[in-house]
């Protein structure tokens, strides 16, 4: 299904959007999704940014997986994020593939899809995105921004780019800047996708056989090794089999493991556009909050200090480790804005916030919910 005819709430942006790579993108169309209800004052609207492959449908059945939302567990009536009390809303970052502009949308000056000609973007841009909705919605100030992994980077530019917007910043599996490590990841991931001729050099909109599918699943195959923790592996799969007796030497799936892999990279190809994925991977790697100012984080938080900020880390997450967190803990005290920070045991590893975590339920519903 195309995300053109899927229902969600749309906004074409009444401006160009201008970008950190020098473009001016126009027009923009943002997709986003609203649970509860904006208040008289308008000041209980709370907005949860989504990770690279996350879109707008945090709750909800999802129109395409016919799932529920990646977030139904902590966003509803009474949930950590209770919709009977807040107005929130999820956009699908621009750069995506579920409605908001990004590289499977048309290009008006050729009425075609924009491939590889779509300008490069950032994480900044992407929250670019998002102030421009709230405007258009008439939202001046959030009461929390939240999001994990890369929407803990969004959460961050938000809080150290429009600090006067934002009341609470909670920040969970995520990072100020993408390590060496995760940047030969995702470089991984890009080359799988490159290297599959069907992908045409982006230009496989259309094409006689669909696009890189191949090339798309190992490079989620390689990200989903990194959403995961050795413990939680072992302990869900092991060495054992799959639907077999012995082993087959040859190279059809011969273990647990390597069919539960096969399974998510394919599956994946069925919701997402391999180009997307390839521009939200670079946006990821460029971000880098300290880097403006002299590699000083603290001084990126400066204006900050009026923001109310929380951090979780989990001790099994080897791709955003709790010592990231612990440098923007130390960053953010520098500048002197109130902040918390707690490292929960976890075994699932960098997919805890996405998970049953118990411990983050209370941490999440505390911090938005107190005061409020």
Not at 141 to 168: D, F, I, N, T, Y
Request: aromatic fraction near 10%; charged fraction near 20%; include cysteine.
């Amino acid at each position: 299904m195309s995300p053109r005819f899927i229902e969600h709430q749309r906004l074409v942006l009444p401006a160009p959007l201008l970008l950190d790579g020098g473009a001016a993108l126009s027009p923009v169309e943002v997709a986003w999704q609203s649970y509860g209800t904006l208040n008289d004052a308008r000041d209980n609207a709370i907005l949860i940014c989504h990770a690279l492959t996350g879109d707008q449908y945090v709750a909800g059945r999802h129109p395409v997986t016919g799932k529920p939302g990646w977030w139904e567990r902590m966003v509803g009536p009474g949930k950590p994020i209770d919709t009977d009390r807040f107005y929130v809303i999820c956009s699908n970052v621009i750069g995506s593939c579920m409605g908001s502009s990004g590289p499977a949308s048309r290009d008006p000056a050729s009425d075609t899809p924009w491939g590889m000609r779509f300008p490069v973007i950032t994480i900044a841009d992407m929250v670019r995105a998002q102030v421009a909705l709230l405007d258009a919605l008439g939202i001046a100030r959030l009461h929390a921004v939240v999001g994990g992994s890369m929407g803990g980077m969004q959460a961050l530019a938000w809080a150290a780019h429009h600090p006067e917007r934002v009341g609470r910043a909670l920040v969970i599996a995520s990072a100020a800047r993408h390590s060496a490590q995760n940047i030969a990841f995702h470089e991984v991931g890009r080359q799988a996708i490159m290297a599959d001729p069907a992908w045409k050099g982006g230009d496989y909109y259309g094409a006689r056989g669909g696009g890189p599918a191949k090339g798309l699943a190992v490079a989620r195959m390689a990200a989903h090794i990194t959403y995961l923790s050795e413990e939680g592996l072992t302990a869900k799969f092991g060495r054992r089999l799959q639907n077999r007796d012995a082993k087959t030497f040859g190279f059809d799936a011969d273990f647990q493991v390597e069919s539960y892999l096969r399974h998510q990279g394919l599956a994946f190809t069925d919701r997402f556009d391999a180009n997307s994925y390839l521009y939200i991977t670079r946006a990821m790697d460029y971000f880098d909050l300290a880097e403006p100012h002299g590699g000083k984080l603290a001084t990126a938080f400066a204006r900050s200090v009026a923001t109310r900020f929380c951090l979780v880390s989990f001790t099994s997450d080897w791709l955003y480790p709790t010592s990231e967190s612990r440098a923007i803990v130390h960053a953010l005290n520098a500048a002197g804005a109130p902040t918390s920070f707690v490292e929960l045991e976890s075994g699932f590893g960098h997919d805890a916030f996405l998970l049953d975590v118990p411990a983050l339920d209370r941490v999440i519903g505390g911090f938005v919910g107190e005061g409020a």
